[in-house]
């Protein structure tokens, strides 16, 4: 209704001078923006009301399975390493400890322990599941 009111006043009647001649842009620009600010509020009451971002699951089995590619990728380098007598990049503490499997169980009891509660426990144990049928 407000729109049609609008390109009516707007459409060059002898009436009155358009404020907003065609192709009105001020209206264009209005509509922008009152979207805008409509898909900003939308997602602020969504964040309120979860209290998490909608993608915290799907951000969390990423980084897990990118933390077990990431080991497979230390294995290989520690086979060529060693193909190639490199004994200094494998034997170094840091590589060692970077190359050591993820345990994803103790990292959901980590979670259920602290300030994300069982919620990011679940998270961690819905990646687990989804890792291990895709046979990682």
Known sequence: MWFTLWILLNSGHPIAKPLDPFPLTLLTTIVS????????????????????????PLDLQVNLLAEQEMTLVLHMLKEVCEHLNLRDTITSQKFLELA??????????????????????????????SSERRGA
């Open 100 to 129: 050591k499997r993820t345990d994803v169980s103790a990292l959901a009891r980590q979670l259920e322990n602290s300030d994300a509660g069982a919620l990011a426990g679940r998270w961690v144990a819905r990646a687990q599941g």
């Open 33 to 56: 923006l009152e979207a805008i600010f409509l898909t900003l509020f939308v997602l602020a009451s969504e964040y309120r009301l979860t209290g998490m971002p909608s993608a915290g």
